[in-house]
């Protein structure tokens, strides 16, 4: 797990694309995977604020990943998804990319809910300076970005 952790591939996320490409399943299985994915890393995370907010961190921000894969997918982000097929994997990269264009389509306010994500990752996760007060704080934004997707991809998980 920790090479897996240092090439920047989240398991999870890795098998759900893997399976819908090697299955050739409708990419809308992949969405609904990706999100059911989002909403298990906010439980956590909502369950680790209080007690360990590096690690709750971390979880918030694999939530808004999942959504960013999720709705890339959704969208039908050919150019994006390429790239991400070329390197077997996401990057840093695409993801900002795929934001950008998702706000185009859902408003300035999932830019800023990534923004809140990627504080998250970068200052709580691997910076560990944020503490739990922050760490809430910035979990609405994560929740929204996770109800938005469901509800714009017609999600009920």
């Not at 797990?1 to 090439?7: K, P, Y």
């Amino acid at each position: 797990m920790e090479e897996l952790g240092r090439r920047g591939v989240d398991p999870g996320s890795y098998i759900v694309d893997l399976l819908v490409r090697s299955l050739s399943l409708d990419p809308m299985v992949g969405v609904e995977a990706h999100l059911e994915l989002a909403l298990r890393y906010l439980e956590e995370g909502r369950r680790l604020a209080d007690g360990d907010a590096v690690r709750a961190s971390g979880k918030l921000y694999k939530a808004a990943e999942e959504v960013v894969r999720a709705l890339t997918t959704y969208y039908n982000l050919d150019d994006i998804l390429g790239r991400v097929a070329e390197r077997d994997r996401w990057t840093v990269t695409e993801l900002p990319k795929a934001v950008l264009r998702i706000s185009d389509k859902l408003g300035e306010w999932f830019r800023h809910s990534w923004n809140s994500a990627w504080a998250l990752h970068f200052w709580g996760f691997h910076e560990a300076r944020f503490d739990s007060e922050v760490v809430r704080r910035y979990m609405p934004d994560i929740e929204r970005m996770i109800l938005e997707a469901k509800r714009v991809t017609g999600g009920s998980s």
